[in-house]
């Protein structure tokens, strides 16, 4: 699949979210669906916008027994959607029993992500709330292994871990990256961002951009920025 750019489209109604999406009238971004949004709309606003023509990312980040997992993702395989994932903290038997869920019976299924850390989660609680007493970089870059020896197709990381993850695991190996910002915007709640053109340099294979998109003036305008930053 072909390197883009993810909006991330954080919205609690189907509503507001298909009215956004109307304005984008000359192109079709790759759409990302996360909790908040399923949980408001359902699976239905996954069929509404799939049939409208975007790719989508399911973000639902499933972390369960594996046979939980291998069900859950077997209902999700239905939808139809172009990646979706899960906890790397499931272990690799879970991970693997989630993409034997995700397989349809030709064979194919949507590109299996692991999510390795949270981003919000930093050094101090690693070590005192989870109980790992290893450097995060070290963490990050065992659990992206553990995602490809379960047979996934990459990590949910941040851009600064992208090229790290690349060496380790390979090219091929996909690096899926929120906490993009543009330089001269406001970095929110992100702690450790890079802009679409450096995430591009440190090999991001996907960038996920939310509010700087969603929350600008004009969002068709800050998306094809954002394309043109990180795809030309
Ligand atoms: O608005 P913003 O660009 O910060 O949105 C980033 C999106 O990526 C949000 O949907 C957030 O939940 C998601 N995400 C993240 N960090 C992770 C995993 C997912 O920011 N480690």
């Known amino acids: ?21 109307d304005r984008f009238t000359d192109c079709k971004p790759f759409v990302k669906i996360g909790m908040e949004l399923f949980y408001a709309a359902g699976p239905e606003i996954v069929k509404e916008i799939k049939q409208r023509g975007h790719k989508i990312f399911l973000d639902l980040k499933l972390h369960d027994i594996p046979n939980t997992v291998k069900k859950a993702m077997s209902v999700l395989r239905d939808l139809d959607v172009d990646i979706t994932n899960v ?10 029993a989630a993409k034997e869920g995700l397989c349809r019976s030709d064979g194919s299924r949507a590109l299996l992500i692991a999510v390795t ?63 993009v910002r543009f330089a001269d915007g406001d970095v929110q709640d992100q702690k450790r961002v890079m802009t679409p053109k450096q995430a591009k340099a440190a090999g991001s ?14 969002p068709v305008e800050a998306y094809k920025r954002a394309v043109k930053e990180f795809l030309s």
């Not at 790397?88 to 693997?96: K, N, Q, R, S, V």
């Not at 989870?130 to 941040?158: F, R, T």
């Not at 294979?205 to 004009?218: E, L, N």
């Open 117 to 179: 850390q949270l981003t919000s989660t930093d050094q101090e609680h690693l070590e005192k709330d989870l109980w790992i007493q290893k450097p995060m970089e070290e963490v990050v870059m065992h659990y992206a292994q553990n995602a490809q020896i379960a047979g996934l197709d990459g990590v949910v990381c941040s851009p600064l871990e992208a090229a790290a993850v690349h060496e380790r695991c390979g090219k091929e190996f996909l690096t899926i990256t929120p906490g």
């Open 1 to 21: 699949m072909a390197k883009d750019v993810i909006i991330a489209c954080d919205f609690n109604s189907k509503e507001e979210t298909l009215a956004f999406l």
């Open 205 to 218: 294979d996907y960038i996920v951009m939310g509010r700087p998109i969603t929350q600008a003036d004009d």
């Open 87 to 96: 906890h790397a903290a499931g272990t690799i038997p879970m991970m693997e």
